[in-house]
């Protein structure tokens, strides 16, 4: 059974990610595992629950049950929680290996024990660490149908990699695909070798049975490029490689292009770590 993991601090960027995983698990046919890490044994009051009448007594087994009663109805599978306490994106990505998770999805921002994940650097240690693709949703994006993907192709070698996980993705959800060949060079070899990638992962959809389109274009910035794109087809999704930074002693950090979409973009990114 598939299993989606969501990092949850209470946070409401945090349960809008929920409420997001459970339609993606409902489409695919997945379990969803809510995630807390706890940075001490000293447990602080909830955010998401501050404003109700709810909280006095309560542990934070009883905040995860709280949230389990309220969505279990809307799960067609099981629903259930992971409570871990330590390094936050070392015990995200250490539950992931455990459950071999399908996908997580998360907020891109929040409070109290995931702030530091969610707006700093550990925010890209579990994307670019993660041992699944990982989705990440700023709060205010509404649940929709994933109707419209795009899917950045750039001359790197591992710019295809994300292509059967995106494929399976698209098949579920009897999505289009937008194939967009990106560029900041005007260099005809590096344009050949862009549209050749493209018309290569065209030809694969069309094998698939997936809706696709093809496009390329050529810009200062590739990541302008792509939001800019997106927009324009109204996609619910933006699928990209978490390309590493090759200095050693930034091994944990995303290269500049996955941090500028991961931090920029209002449509959920969806990262796929290279395999070398």
């Known amino acids: 059974m598939k299993k989606i993991l969501v990092p949850i601090d209470f946070s409401a960027d945090s349960v809008n990610a929920l ?17 807390h890490v706890k940075k001490s044994k000293n447990f602080e009051m909830p955010f998401y629950f501050k404003d109700f009448n709810m909280a006095v007594g309560k542990s934070l087994e009883d905040f995860m049950n709280i949230l389990i009663e309220k969505y279990k109805e809307q799960v067609k599978n ?78 790197s070698k591992e710019t295809r990699q994300k292509v059967p996980f995106v494929t399976e993705l698209a098949r579920f959800f009897g ?51 792509t939001l800019e794109f997106a927009k324009n087809v109204n996609a619910e999704l933006i699928s990209i490689m978490t390309e590493q930074l090759s200095n050693a002693a930034f091994s944990f950090l995303l290269g500049p292009y996955a941090q500028q979409m991961v931090n920029h973009s209002s449509i959920p990114v969806l990262s796929i770590r290279s395999q070398d």
Do not use: W
């Not at 994106?89 to 997580?104: G, P």
């Not at 700093?120 to 579990?126: E, T």
């Not at 990106?182 to 344009?191: H, L």
């Not at 959809?205 to 490029?225: H, P, Q, R, S, Y």
């Open 175 to 225: 999505a289009t695909i937008h194939v967009l060949g990106v560029s900041e060079s005007n260099s005809p070899d590096i344009t050949t070798k862009i549209n050749l990638y493209c018309t290569q992962v065209e030809e694969y959809l069309k094998e698939k049975g997936v809706n696709c389109t093809k496009n390329i274009l050529v810009g200062a910035n590739i990541t302008d490029l």
């Open 19 to 35: 409420e997001h995983a459970i339609s993606f698990a409902n489409v695919i046919g997945a379990d969803v595992r809510m995630m």
């Open 78 to 155: 099981k629903l259930d929680y992971k409570i871990r306490e330590g390094n936050v994106f070392k015990e995200i990505t250490n539950q992931a290996k455990y459950d071999d998770a399908y996908l997580i999805l998360m907020g891109t921002h929040g409070a109290s024990g995931f702030e530091e994940l969610m707006i700093g650097s550990n925010a890209f240690r579990v994307v670019s660490n993660a041992p699944c693709p990982i989705i990440t949703i700023r709060n205010g994006f509404e649940e929709k149908k994933l109707q419209n993907i795009v899917m950045p192709i750039d001359f």
